[in-house]
């Protein structure tokens, strides 16, 4: 196997190339070209250091005009976030996804929209952007322009888009829809993991076995990593009354999506078991409220049984309005905010670290994975301050990261799911993860199962071909 040149793909070959999730886990978007037929896995959002996110202002390399189909892993949106700007810029075709996917994709585009469009409006009045005038990457408009694109599908059913065109989608068990997705075009099969969940996930269903596929497409967030398998109740316990003790508040900058549901149900253990005390404890992301609103419609999804999917979503108090959520910040009580987003990349939680960080008798705690460049990567180091709308604010406040709560299966959970394929795969391609996290899965994947594995750079492309399957 080689790199290739921009040429067509030959009958029985497929082209791939990585346009994003190389050496780091965001911008997830993988090329598919063969005979007849374009077709891009996952279009995300590069998140974290400045020289990545000035990715997303570039046009990708390919006309958007000549591509055919967008297939989504899951809802995150460095999986999920381009999609508005590749539909503005020309992509006409269908978005596939799975039902609970389509459903939170709903929520999460326009409402990143949405924050882009308040940032740089607030940017243009404060004057603090190197750009005159801040402008956003994308619209409200522009992602509700995107939606009617969407098409979703059943999980476990082959679903034919052309007569040498299949896909299938297993569950990853990483958030609710979220989906291992088999792609097979002119004969040649890819499976891209998209995220993997864990196999004892206290809210979401283990990963479906893999299944059979000539190149497996692999992410490997926590791939140089064992994850603490700590009691996440006890330690969510300890940090709550630890907090409230000293009279402070605990503000959780959390994804919207899934740790945001797994926080209110454990939350909700807790209040019930009387081990934390009964401090109010608040939701303040309409986007998580929505997305609560998708968990408890897709009972499939995920493992609560109905009661306790009702008993999470009744927990906290819900906060709507920009008012009630500024009045939250004069309020000297001792309490729980639960807010966007989750490495405090935007959103109200930005407005509450200004005001709590600096207090040394709170709690700002987060919940997985922290990318290089964000802020959350920055306050879990020791940042002694964070620029916040273009000012430095001081971080005095107890600083936690609980990565037992982390939606990503680790290295070794990586490697026993790849082992256990009914055929080892001709190549393995590692994406989805910071560089030593990507080189370390790599090297075990080629020790253990024994496969060749290789670690894709931005821009490469790759040829491929079906294995022998008599």
Same mark, same amino acid.
């Given at each position: 196997?080689?790199?290739?040149?921009?040429?067509?793909?030959?009958?029985?070959?497929?082209?791939?190339?990585?346009?994003?999730?190389?050496?780091?886990?965001?911008?997830?978007?993988?090329?598919?070209?063969?005979?007849?037929?374009?077709?891009?896995?996952?279009?995300?959002?590069?998140?974290?250091?400045?020289?990545?996110?000035?990715?997303?202002?570039?046009?990708?390399?390919?006309?958007?005009?000549?591509?055919?189909?967008?297939?989504?892993?899951?809802?995150?949106?460095?999986?999920?976030?381009?999609?508005?700007?590749?539909?503005?810029?020309?992509?006409?075709?269908?978005? !596939?996804? %799975?039902?609970?996917? &389509?459903?939170?994709? @709903?929520?999460?585009?326009?409402? +990143? /929209?949405? $924050?882009?469009?308040?940032?740089?409006?607030?940017?243009?009045?404060?004057?603090?952007?190197?750009?005159?005038?801040?402008?956003?990457?994308?619209?409200?408009?522009?992602?509700?322009?995107?939606?009617?694109?969407?098409?979703?599908?059943?999980? !476990?059913? %082959?679903?034919?888009? &052309?007569?040498?065109? @299949?896909?299938?989608?297993?569950? +990853? /068990?990483? $958030?609710?829809?979220?989906?291992?997705?088999?792609?097979?075009?002119?004969?040649?099969?890819?499976?891209?993991?998209?995220?993997?969940?864990?196999?004892?996930?206290?809210?979401?269903?283990?990963?479906?076995?893999?299944?059979?596929?000539?190149?497996?497409?692999?992410?490997?967030?926590?791939?140089?990593?064992?994850?603490?398998?700590?009691?996440?109740?006890?330690?969510?316990?300890?940090?709550?009354?630890?907090?409230?003790?000293?009279?402070?508040?605990?503000?959780?900058?959390?994804?919207?999506?899934?740790?945001?549901?797994?926080?209110?149900?454990?939350?909700?253990?807790?209040?019930?078991?009387?081990?934390?005390?009964?401090?109010?404890?608040?939701?303040?992301?309409?986007?998580?409220?929505?997305?609560?609103?998708?968990?408890?419609?897709?009972?499939?999804?995920?493992?609560?049984?109905?009661?306790?999917?009702?008993?999470?979503?009744?927990?906290?108090?819900?906060?709507?309005?920009?008012?009630?959520?500024?009045?939250?910040?004069?309020?000297?009580?001792?309490?729980?905010?639960?807010?966007?987003?989750?490495?405090?990349?935007?959103?109200?939680?930005?407005?509450?670290?200004?005001?709590?960080?600096?207090?040394?008798?709170?709690?700002?705690?987060?919940?997985?994975?922290?990318?290089?460049?964000?802020?959350?990567?920055?306050?879990?180091?020791?940042?002694?301050?964070?620029?916040?709308?273009?000012?430095?604010?001081?971080?005095?406040?107890?600083?936690?990261?609980?990565?037992?709560?982390?939606?990503?299966?680790?290295?070794?959970?990586?490697?026993?799911?790849?082992?256990?394929?009914?055929?080892?795969?001709?190549?393995?391609?590692?994406?989805?993860?910071?560089?030593?996290?990507?080189?370390?899965?790599?090297?075990?994947?080629?020790?253990?199962?024994?496969?060749?594995?290789?670690?894709?750079?931005?821009?490469?492309?790759?040829?491929?071909?079906?294995?022998?399957?008599?």
């Amino acid at each position: 196997m080689s790199n290739h040149t921009n040429v067509p793909a030959r009958k029985g070959s497929l082209l791939i190339r990585f346009l994003g999730a190389t050496n780091t886990v965001t911008g997830s978007k993988f090329l598919l070209e063969g005979s007849r037929h374009r077709l891009l896995v996952d279009c995300g959002l590069f998140q974290g250091y400045k020289q990545l996110r000035l990715k997303n202002w570039q046009p990708l390399p390919l006309a958007l005009s000549e591509l055919d189909h967008i297939v989504l892993t899951h809802a995150h949106l460095d999986h999920s976030g381009y999609l508005p700007v590749v539909v503005r810029d020309g992509f006409a075709g269908p978005i !596939h996804a %799975t039902r609970a996917t &389509a459903a939170l994709c @709903r929520y999460l585009l326009p409402d +990143a /929209g949405f $924050i882009q469009e308040k940032d740089a409006v607030f940017a243009n009045r404060h004057g603090y952007s190197r750009h005159q005038p801040a402008r956003p990457l994308y619209t409200r408009d522009d992602a509700l322009a995107c939606l009617p694109q969407f098409e979703s599908h059943d999980f !476990h059913r %082959t679903i034919e888009l &052309a007569p040498d065109l @299949r896909i299938r989608f297993s569950r +990853a /068990g990483h $958030i609710p829809g979220a989906a291992c997705v088999r792609v097979e075009i002119d004969g040649v099969s890819v499976l891209f993991t998209g995220d993997l969940g864990q196999p004892d996930s206290a809210i979401m269903p283990a990963p479906d076995p893999a299944p059979t596929a000539d190149y497996v497409v692999v992410e490997s967030t926590y791939g140089n990593r064992s994850r603490n398998r700590d009691d996440p109740e006890q330690a969510l316990a300890e940090v709550v009354g630890r907090t409230v003790a000293r009279g402070g508040s605990l503000i959780v900058p959390a994804f919207a999506v899934g740790r945001t549901q797994l926080l209110l149900h454990l939350l909700n253990r807790l209040r019930a078991a009387r081990r934390i005390p009964a401090v109010p404890i608040f939701l303040d992301s309409p986007l998580a409220i929505n997305a609560t609103g998708v968990f408890a419609d897709h009972p499939d999804d995920h493992r609560l049984t109905p009661a306790e999917a009702e008993a999470a979503c009744a927990l906290p108090r819900y906060v709507r309005d920009v008012d009630e959520s500024r009045a939250l910040d004069h309020d000297p009580m001792p309490k729980i905010i639960i807010a966007g987003s989750g490495m405090a990349t935007g959103g109200r939680v930005l407005h509450h670290l200004k005001v709590y960080a600096p207090d040394t008798r709170n709690t700002i705690l987060f919940t997985g994975f922290q990318a290089g460049g964000t802020r959350g990567a920055a306050m879990v180091a020791g940042a002694e301050s964070i620029k916040i709308h273009g000012q430095y604010w001081p971080v005095k406040a107890e600083v936690l990261n609980l990565e037992m709560l982390s939606a990503h299966a680790d290295g070794d959970e990586i490697i026993e799911w790849l082992a256990a394929m009914p055929k080892p795969p001709r190549q393995v391609f590692v994406v989805h993860g910071e560089a030593d996290a990507a080189d370390t899965l790599r090297r075990r994947i080629e020790e253990r199962p024994g496969w060749p594995a290789e670690v894709p750079e931005y821009g490469q492309r790759f040829e491929l071909s079906a294995l022998d399957h008599d």
